[in-house]
């Protein structure tokens, strides 16, 4: 059983930034996709950022220049570092991991909230 687990959301400030981590249970090399996604109150769940086999990133419009997504393949972590947080990125964030993005493994998802 794959487990993905996520950790790092919490309540910022608009500006402020925030780091959240995804520990996977077995090795991430074996996942040709490690993302992160978001969903909002009624809103559909939608790609964040995503690293695809090769070291090809994705990135929403929305988030680009502002979030960068990595990972430590000898820890088998994913990570996204979330800077110039705004209002409108407040979501539960959920890492994703399989063989393309946004397919097979999901976390629970971590909250991140925006607000002054």
């Known amino acids: 059983q794959v487990q993905l687990v996520e950790s790092g959301g919490g309540l910022v400030q608009p500006g402020g930034s925030l780091r959240l981590s995804c520990a996977a249970s077995i090795s991430i090399n074996r996942f040709n996709a490690v993302g992160w996604y978001r969903q909002a109150p009624g809103m559909q769940r939608e790609l964040v950022a995503g690293?695809?086999?090769?070291?090809?990133?994705k990135y929403a419009d929305s988030v680009k220049g502002r979030f960068t997504i990595s990972r430590d393949n000898a820890k088998n972590m994913v990570f996204l570092q979330m800077n110039s947080l705004k209002p409108e990125d407040t979501a539960v964030y959920y890492c994703n991991a399989g063989p393309e993005l946004g397919v097979r493994y999901w976390g629970q998802g971590t909250q991140v909230t925006v607000s002054s």
């Open positions: 690293v695809i086999s090769g070291g090809v990133t």
